[in-house]
């Protein structure tokens, strides 16, 4: 018996917060956003969920918003899924990161995975807060259709635990606003069916 889960990105944050380290900054949808978020719920309606969970972030809730106007199961808001905290990274950008630590900010997981963010959020710790929320949410869903709305550092570790890789090799993977990545859990694996899928890109004429 196979479980699909549907892993969503929130949609595009507020301009203040593009192209710097949100993490545990909890921000607004930008009117891009929301306009991403009403595609996102347009393509999602040719497809039924038997649950949905999603992180208690704003910018996670205001992308799941619109997709529940539609007839869908209530969903779990679970409290832990939440973001990565970044610590001393938090709310910078890629050049404020060069110029106060010297470290290329486009190897983040790799130094998160090395413990050299200063007050970062651990790698072990960040995998344990993603894995308690993922074995909640198998517990709940085996054999079933599942969304979950959540955050791109989520999403990757959520890849890693389900298809036991490093976290620091997930950088393979883009995970672009509003975008869909969806892994089928069968009896012998977990494959992936789908990958950064942008329905308001993706699907445009």
Known sequence: MNTTLHLVRHAEVEARYQGVFGGTIDMNLSPRGHDQAAALAKYLETISFDAIFASPMKRVQQTLAPTLNQTRPTPVILPNLYEVDFGDWTG?????????????????????????????????GYRA?????????????????????????????????????????????????????????????????????????????
């Not at 470290?103 to 963010?117: K, N, Q, T, V």
């Not at 955050?151 to 883009?174: C, K, Q, T, W, Y």
């Not at 892994?183 to 012998?188: F, G, H, R, T």
Request: aromatic share 8%; with cysteine.
């Open 92 to 124: 910078l950008t890629f050049d404020d990161v060069k110029q106060k630590f010297g470290r290329s900010a486009h190897e983040w997981l790799h130094l998160l995975d090395e413990g050299i963010i200063p007050n970062a959020e651990s790698v072990a």
């Open 129 to 205: 807060r993603i894995d308690s929320c993922l074995k909640e949410i198998l517990t709940q869903s085996e054999g079933k259709t599942v969304a979950v709305f959540c955050h791109g550092g989520v999403i990757r570790m959520l890849l890693a635990l389900l298809l036991n890789l490093p976290f620091a090799e997930m950088d393979r993977f883009e995970v672009e606003y509003t975008s869909l990545t969806t892994v089928v859990l069968k009896p012998e694996r977990a494959r992936i069916q789908l990958s950064n899928f942008t329905p308001w890109r993706d699907l445009k004429s």
